[in-house]
């Protein structure tokens, strides 16, 4: 059975202190690894896709990274704006559905 | 892009009533639709995903005659919770993939409280 752990569960950073949020999978057959924002009260917004180890890809103040067995989401001089519940998701074998993690509450303060 | 709306947002009923939930692709043709639930501060939990003109796949654990789902059209895909229960009060959201692309897009979600 796919999981996916995420860390830590709530992370409180002040403006402009840069951190990282992990995502630990232990999967058979990674066909991908997404990464989605989601504010309280709205459906996840998606932010990434990576597909193969050593991949990285950045957007803005984020920048998610893969390897075998993990991935990581560094947040570069946060803002207030970013705040939020980040998902990450695994898509395994043949099937198109996502296996989530717990995500990690993030709150940013000025 | 990849724009996908629910309705309604909100939804109040009395148990026992049925609740009808639409689920939109706007600029993009969904070949799967999925539906999750979430709980208050729990991750998301895939009830089922459907695939146009297909019956749809329910997880372990959710009961396919309380939760119909009909994905009819390209762009359209309902969930209906009949004879709701307090219960049955979460959080639901659905999330739409088109063809040869792998990304899940979501919907906004529709809060549902049974009294």
């Known amino acids: 059975e796919d999981q996916v752990t995420q860390s830590p569960e709530a992370l409180r950073l002040q403006e402009g202190e840069s951190s990282s949020l992990n995502c630990s999978y232990t999967v058979s057959g990674l066909r991908g690894l997404f990464w989605y924002r989601q504010d309280p009260g709205k459906g996840p917004e998606f932010l990434f896709t990576?597909?193969?180890a050593g991949e990285e890809k950045e957007k803005e103040r984020l920048k998610a990274t893969l390897t075998k067995k993990e991935s990581f989401l560094h947040i570069t001089a946060p803002k207030p704006e970013d705040s939020a519940t980040y998902l990450c998701a695994v898509q395994t074998g043949t099937a198109s559905k996502l296996t989530f993690g717990t995500g990690t509450r993030l709150q940013v303060t000025l | 892009g990849a724009v996908v709306s629910q309705h309604p947002s909100w939804v109040i009923c009395k148990s026992g009533t049925s609740v009808k939930i639409e689920c939109r692709s706007l600029?993009?043709?969904?070949?799967?639709m999925f539906w999750y639930r979430q709980f208050p501060k729990q991750s998301l939990m895939l009830m089922a995903t459907s695939n146009e003109g297909s019956k749809a796949t329910y997880e372990q654990g959710v009961e396919k005659d309380k939760f119909l789902i009909n994905h009819a059209s390209l762009t359209l895909s309902t969930l209906t919770v009949t004879s709701a229960h307090p219960e049955d009060s979460s959080f639901y959201i659905c999330?739409?993939?088109?063809?040869?692309?792998?990304?899940?897009?979501f919907g906004p979600g529709t809060r549902l409280l049974v009294l």
């Open positions: 999330s739409a993939s088109g063809q040869a692309q792998e990304t899940q897009y």
């Open positions: 600029d993009f043709q969904a070949t799967t």
């Open positions: 990576l597909y193969s």
